[in-house]
């Protein structure tokens, strides 16, 4: 477990408590060995300092269930609020050789009946692959503007050169290892 206050027990529903890792090779000595190493090959270890460990997991029964739209029903986000589930999604579209978005709203009163509400439509900022549409409340903003969504999409590639540059202002320590000059992501 990683930046969470020690307890007994964490209920486990995703990653969000774990760090995770991997074994490290490292040398008589003690420390981690290059990827690629010069010269001739050393004796080598696994240093499993950072492996999870005492970690035992139980399953519970079923006590209620959670709202879930049946397909078709946008499901990257769903917020109860005002009496109302409501749930967002991205459908990406190509249109023309242009790549768009379709974010759709879908209502319920249950959770159980679902009916579409609304949909528009966004030119993409790049292309039509992204992780998921992260919406909230705003409490701050007027009523027609208080939904808010961000989404991770890579941006065009002319853009690369400029945004890393940028993104490495950052102190190496929280960046994400797999972000390079050749592999760009951003939020919008």
Aim: proline fraction near 11%; charge should be negative.
């Amino acid at each position: 477990m990683h930046g969470v206050p020690a307890q007994k027990s964490y209920l486990f529903v995703d990653l969000r408590h774990v760090l995770c890792s991997d074994l490290q090779y490292v040398g008589l000595d003690g420390r981690p060995l290059p990827l690629y190493p010069k010269g001739e090959p050393v004796p080598v270890s696994t240093s499993t300092f950072m492996m999870p460990h005492g970690i035992r997991l139980a399953a519970e029964p079923v006590t209620e269930i959670e709202p879930v739209p049946p397909a078709g029903v946008p499901t990257n986000r769903i917020l109860f609020d005002g009496g109302m589930y409501r749930a967002w999604g991205m459908k990406p579209v190509n249109e023309g050789g242009r790549a768009f978005y379709d974010i759709c709203v879908s209502e319920s009163s249950d959770a159980f009946t679902w009916k579409p509400v609304h949909t528009c439509r966004i030119a993409s900022p790049g292309g039509l692959e992204t992780d998921e549409l992260a919406v909230f409340i705003d409490p701050h903003a007027p009523p027609s503007e208080r939904y808010k969504g961000v989404f991770c999409i890579v941006p065009p590639q002319d853009q690369w050169a400029a945004m890393f540059e940028e993104y490495c202002r950052v102190h190496r320590h929280h960046r994400i290892w797999r972000l390079s000059p050749d592999m760009v992501l951003a939020v919008y």
